[in-house]
C-alpha cells in the first residue's frame, strides 16, 4: 500500500469516528499516524531526492522574503509586474507562470524581495502539480501573501490554507507554549497550568507511544489540542505571518467589499488598475515587523539613505555587528544610541542592548 493511500484510510477512520473524550486517545494516536506519513511522503527516504526544481532555487536577496501563493490565474504575475517593476507573463490562460520569479521592493530603506510562484491546485500538499516546490519555497519566506480572487468561491482561502497547513506551515500562529523533554526513565509525566485541559493524560500517552516515546515530561502553559502536540514533538513546523490579498476588487460591489472587509489579515486590491497597491506595500512592511538602524560615523552626521535593517525577533547591538560584518562584534568596546530604545542621548550600552526602529548607532572599538 502507497504512503497517499494509508494517507487517505486514516483520513476516512478519522472521518468515521466520533469525538468526545473517549475516543480523544484513538484520534490522538490516528492523527500522530497521520503526521509521520505526511513527513514521509515530503521526505522521501529513498536515495535521489529530488531538490526545489528548476527556478525554485532562488537566491535569497535583500533584508525579507515574501512569497505569492493562490490557484492559476488569480493574478500573482500583474500583482508582482506592478508592485515591483519586475516583469513576469500574465495571460488569459491558467499556469501562465510555470517558475519562480523574483522581484524587489524598495520601502522605507528596507529592500524586500517578492517571489510570483506558479498558481498551485488541490493536492498540491500530496504532491501534484508542482505544489511540493511551490510550497517548500514559500517555507522559506518571512511572510506569505495568499492572493484570492473576489469573484472565486472565498472557500479557496480555506483550501489553500489546508494545502500550507499539510506542508507543516503555520499562518497568523504562535508556536504552542509546550514543554516536551524526553527522559531515560519515569514514564510519562503530564502536567498543565489550566485546569480541565483539552488533553488528557490518555491521549498524550497515545500520541506519544506511535512516536515509540514512553519516558517524557510534557508541560502546558496554555490549553492546547492534539494538534498542537503533534507539532511540538515534529519540531519541523514553520509559523509564518500572512496576508490575504483579494484582487480583481473593481469587478464587485461596494456591499459585496464591505462583506470582504471583515475577514482579518485582509488587503483589498486591483492589479490591473493598480487599486491600494500602496496601502498592500504598507500591509507587508508592518507584517514583517523590520527594525532600521542608521549607521554614524564618528564626528558625522548619520548615513539615513542605507539604513542597516534587521527582524525585530534579533535587533540586539550584537545582531546589527553582525550584519555590518563578523569581526566587528569581538572587537567592540561599546555602542553609543541615541533613539527611543535609550533614555539618555547619546546612550553608552553593551552589545546585549536591544534596538529600536530608526535608532542610531556608533560603534566604538577596542584599542
Not at 12 to 20: I, V
Not at 113 to 131: N, S, T
Not at 224 to 236: F, H, N, Q, R, T
Not at 350 to 367: C, F, P, R, S
Request: net charge positive; charged share 25%; with cysteine.
Amino acid at each position: 500500500m502507497s504512503v497517499l493511500e494509508k494517507i487517505n484510510e486514516i483520513e476516512r477512520e478519522m472521518a468515521r469516528t466520533q469525538k468526545n473524550k473517549a475516543t480523544a486517545g484513538h484520534l490522538g494516536m490516528l492523527k500522530a499516524k497521520l503526521a509521520k506519513l505526511r513527513r514521509e511522503l515530503l521526505e522521501p527516504s529513498g536515495g535521489g531526492g529530488g531538490g526545489g526544481g528548476a527556478g525554485f532555487d532562488v537566491q535569497k536577496v535583500g533584508d525579507a522574503r515574501v512569497g505569492l501563493v493562490g490557484f492559476p490565474s488569480v493574478g500573482k504575475s500583474t500583482l508582482l509586474t506592478k508592485v515591483t517593476g519586475t516583469f513576469s507573463e500574465a495571460a488569459g490562460y491558467e499556469f501562465t507562470t510555470l517558475t519562480c520569479i523574483p522581484g524587489m521592493i524598495r520601502y522605507r530603506g528596507a529592500k524586500i524581495q517578492l517571489l510570483d510562484l506558479p498558481g498551485i491546485i488541490e493536492g498540491a500538499k500530496d504532491g501534484k502539480g508542482r505544489g511540493r516546490q511551490v510550497i517548500s519555497t514559500a517555507r522559506t519566506c518571512n511572510l506569505i501573501i495568499i492572493v484570492l480572487d473576489c469573484l472565486k468561491p472565498i472557500t479557496h482561502k480555506k483550501l489553500i490554507e489546508h494545502e500550507l497547513e499539510g506542508f507543516g506551515i503555520r499562518l497568523n500562529k504562535k508556536p504552542p507554549e509546550i514543554t516536551f523533554r524526553k527522559k531515560d526513565k519515569g514514564g510519562i509525566n503530564y502536567t498543565s497550568a489550566v485546569q480541565n485541559p483539552k488533553l488528557d493524560l490518555e491521549a498524550v500517552k497515545s500520541v506519544l507511544s506511535e512516536y515509540r516515546i514512553h519516558n517524557a515530561d510534557v508541560h502546558l502553559k496554555q490549553d492546547y489540542d492534539v494538534d498542537e502536540l503533534i507539532d511540538v514533538i515534529e519540531g519541523s513546523r514553520v509559523y509564518i505571518p500572512c496576508i490575504y490579498a483579494v484582487n480583481k476588487i473593481d469587478q464587485i460591489t461596494i456591499e459585496e467589499l464591505n462583506v470582504l472587509d471583515k475577514l482579518p489579515h485582509y488587503c483589498p486590491v486591483c492589479a490591473y488598475h493598480e487599486w491600494n497597491l500602496t496601502g498592500l506595500v504598507e500591509m507587508i512592511f508592518e507584517y514583517l515587523k523590520l527594525v532600521r538602524i542608521y549607521t554614524k560615523p564618528k564626528g558625522k552626521l548619520p548615513d539615513w539613505t542605507d539604513p542597516v535593517v534587521l527582524p525585530s525577533t534579533r535587533c540586539t547591538v550584537e545582531d546589527f555587528c553582525n550584519k555590518l560584518h563578523k569581526s566587528i562584534a569581538k572587537q567592540l568596546k561599546y555602542a553609543l544610541v541615541w533613539g527611543s530604545s535609550v533614555k539618555h542621548r547619546p546612550q553608552k550600552v553593551g552589545k546585549d542592548h536591544v534596538l529600536h526602529d530608526e535608532d542610531i548607532v556608533q560603534l566604538v572599538k577596542k584599542i
